[in-house]
Each structure stands twice: as C-alpha cells, then as structure tokens.
C-alpha cells in the first residue's frame, strides 16, 4: 500500500514539473518601446482586439489593446 502510495506521488510530481516546464515566458514589445516580460503565453481575443497575459513581475493578469503590440517573442527559459 505504502508503495503504491510512493509511486503514485512520484508520477504526479513529475507530471507537474513536466507542465510546469512547458510554459515559457515571453516577451511583449510595444509600439512605445516598453517590454513586458508575460508568464506563460499571452491569450489574443480577436472579438476585442485585446491581448491577456500574467505580468511576470507582478503576478497580475493584464490586457493590452493589441494594436499597441510590436512583436511577441518566446524567451529562453
């Protein structure tokens, strides 16, 4: 019992890193010449035009016009 208990652990632990290692950060530059570092893959609405993501310094979910984007690019991680 104990031992499935550990295996089971196991398994879900590292199904969590491997998630976990998956998402990348990327790199939102604006028209103004701002970048904002996301955590994870910024969402595009293409109803509103507006581009959501997790600021990575602030842990906030932010939405930008998308209008206002210049480029998205992946960071090494």
């Given at each position: 019992?104990?031992?499935?208990?550990?295996?089971?652990?196991?398994?879900?632990?590292?199904?969590?890193?491997?998630?976990?290692?998956?998402?990348?950060?990327?790199?939102?530059?604006t028209?103004d010449?701002?970048?904002?570092?996301?955590?994870?893959?910024?969402?595009?609405?293409?109803?509103?035009g507006?581009?959501?993501?997790?600021?990575?310094?602030?842990?906030?979910?932010?939405?930008?016009?998308?209008?206002?984007?210049?480029?998205?690019?992946?960071?090494?991680?």
């Amino acid at each position: 019992m104990q031992k499935h208990l550990l295996t089971t652990t196991m398994l879900a632990a590292a199904s969590l890193l491997f998630v976990a290692g998956c998402s990348s950060n990327q790199a939102l530059k604006t028209t103004d010449g701002q970048t904002i570092v996301t955590d994870g893959k910024p969402q595009i609405d293409d109803d509103t035009g507006l581009v959501s993501y997790k600021n990575a310094e602030s842990g906030r979910t932010e939405q930008i016009n998308r209008d206002q984007v210049k480029s998205m690019n992946e960071l090494d991680n």
